[in-house]
């Protein structure tokens, strides 16, 4: 993809021009796959740690797509039950759209994690830099997302609660989703695994256990 | 050579007030380059002279490496956060596209080398009549910081003046989302992130003035992070 290319399409994706839905999921693979190999570099000094960084290069992308998967359905019959599923294709391209920009974002904060690894930043803090960037790209697709419901606003109000019951959902999914397939930067003491040999838990718990544990 | 100065005497009147803005246009990406490497060596050149005031082991190879370590850490802190900044502002509806952004970030780095290199004589005097390496180092963090504050200030100017006149060009155009104050937001953010990576890597890339006592070597060892580094040597200074 070129740089006129690039251009071209984040500037259709800020315009809320319709990117097709093949365009934003080649950009959500690739994109995604970039990023993770950026992120699954932390500690990166041996082949076997490099193995991480493919790891993680399949499965960000993954993440982004099957926690949106898994929304869908049940958006879907909201949006219905709300009486507004005709315009359901719209809707879906605006998902979409808002996935591919969260991808390029992320993206284009990796220099700057990359930057931040090469520092020597510790595992912790490293983990707490991932999800502020998760958390800048989300804000960033969102917004994204936000300009291809406008004209779907105007035309009935009650989209703008449906937006925000997607944030809600996704976000609900897209956390656990992402502790689920974990690990993707690696505790450097760890062996390198594709998913963690462990039971399955919440994510939400240990986050406000790792805030806890930095701050303290 | 004459025309270089010339250039650079403009852009650095259209940092004053009530000067027109300089257009990114004007400032071709070799030309700015150029100017950061020759400005940026000079300032480089002058921290290198510690080491051969010091009369450490290898104390011209300093002055060597700091002259091609200076410019060089301006330009990777670019290379490190000029993606963000550039997709973000796309995706919040900025005007500007990706040259015109490259040549205007890459102009206020020459202001930063510009008004560094201004300083480096008094660099110079102070390196060369002091024994005591925490003042140096300190001395030089405040330069290239007044010197870093000049040029963001330029940039974030330039910047803002930028987006008003695109932005009244946008209104015109109904598919332009309300673009201005959104993209000069996202970019007041980046300015920190910039000022922070430019910190640190300026830190990464040590030696630039060379401690005495120790040979010289193109990097050091990485350990801690500059700011802890800063307070440390603050301490130092104070506590004698």
Same mark, same amino acid.
């Given at each position: ?27 959500? @693979?690739? @994109? ?9 570099? =932390? ?11 493919? =790891?993680?290069?399949?499965? !960000? ?12 359905? /049940? ?12 315009? =359901? ?27 931040? +690894?090469?520092?020597?930043? @510790?595992?912790?803090? @490293?983990?707490?830099?991932?999800? !502020? ?52 930067? /690696? ?16 994510? +939400? ?12 | ?23 990114? *246009?004007?400032?071709?990406? #070799?030309? %700015? ?58 995706? %919040? ?6 040259? #015109? ?5 890459? *102009? ?18 102070? $390196? ?35 987006? $008003? ?24 953010? &980046? ?7 430019? $910190?640190?890597?300026? &830190? ?37």
């Amino acid at each position: 993809m070129s740089l006129r290319d690039l251009e071209r399409r984040l500037l259709e994706l800020s315009r809320g021009e319709a990117l097709s839905v093949r365009a934003s999921l080649t950009t959500i @693979a690739i @994109a995604g796959g970039l990023d993770g190999v950026a992120i699954g570099s =932390f500690a990166c000094d041996s082949l076997e740690r490099a193995k991480l960084m493919l =790891f993680a290069g399949i499965k !960000l992308p993954f993440l982004l797509l099957a926690s949106a998967t898994l929304c869908l359905p /049940g958006f879907f019959v909201i949006n219905a039950v709300a009486g507004l599923s005709h315009v =359901f294709t719209r809707t879906l391209r605006a998902i979409v759209a808002g996935q591919a920009a969260l991808a390029v974002a992320l993206v284009s904060l990796s220099p700057l994690l990359l930057f931040a +690894y090469l520092s020597g930043v @510790a595992h912790a803090p @490293a983990l707490l830099l991932n999800a !502020l960037a998760f958390a800048c790209a989300s804000a960033c697709g969102q917004a994204v997302m936000h300009r291809y419901y406008r004209v779907l606003i105007l035309e009935d109000p009650r989209h703008r609660s449906m937006l925000a019951v997607w944030v809600l959902l996704y976000a609900l999914v897209g956390i656990q989703m992402g502790w689920l397939l974990r690990p993707f930067v /690696g505790d450097p003491h760890a062996p390198v695994t594709l998913f963690r040999p462990e039971p399955v838990s919440n994510a +939400y718990l240990v986050l406000v256990q790792l805030v806890l544990e930095v701050t303290r | 050579m004459h025309s270089l100065f010339e250039k650079l005497d403009t852009l650095l009147r259209g940092g004053g007030r009530g000067e027109p803005v300089p257009r990114p *246009a004007d400032f071709s990406l #070799s030309l %700015a380059l150029r100017l950061i490497g020759a400005l940026g060596g000079i300032y480089g050149a002058c921290m290198g002279l510690f080491a051969v005031s010091g009369a450490a082991p290898g104390g011209f190879l300093q002055v060597l490496a700091s002259f091609v370590k200076l410019p060089a850490l301006y330009l990777l802190t670019l290379l490190v956060a000029f993606p963000a900044l550039y997709v973000f502002s796309a995706l %919040a509806g900025s005007p500007l596209r990706f040259l #015109s952004v490259l040549r205007l970030l890459l *102009a206020s780095i020459v202001v930063m080398v510009a008004v560094s290199a201004s300083f480096a004589p008094i660099l110079a005097f102070f $390196t060369l009549s002091t024994s005591s390496y925490p003042f140096v180092v300190l001395l030089n963090v405040v330069l290239l910081g007044i010197a870093g504050g000049i040029g963001l200030r330029f940039l974030r100017r330039t910047l803002e003046q930028l987006m $008003t006149m695109t932005d009244e060009a946008a209104l015109a155009d109904p598919r332009f989302p309300r673009s201005g104050s959104r993209s000069l937001d996202i970019f007041r953010i &980046w300015l920190v992130i910039f000022a922070l990576v430019g $910190t640190q890597m300026g &830190w990464l890339l040590r030696p630039f003035i060379g401690r005495p006592g120790l040979a010289f070597s193109f990097f050091r060892p990485r350990y801690s992070n500059v700011f802890q580094a800063l307070v440390e040597h603050l301490v130092k200074l104070i506590g004698g």
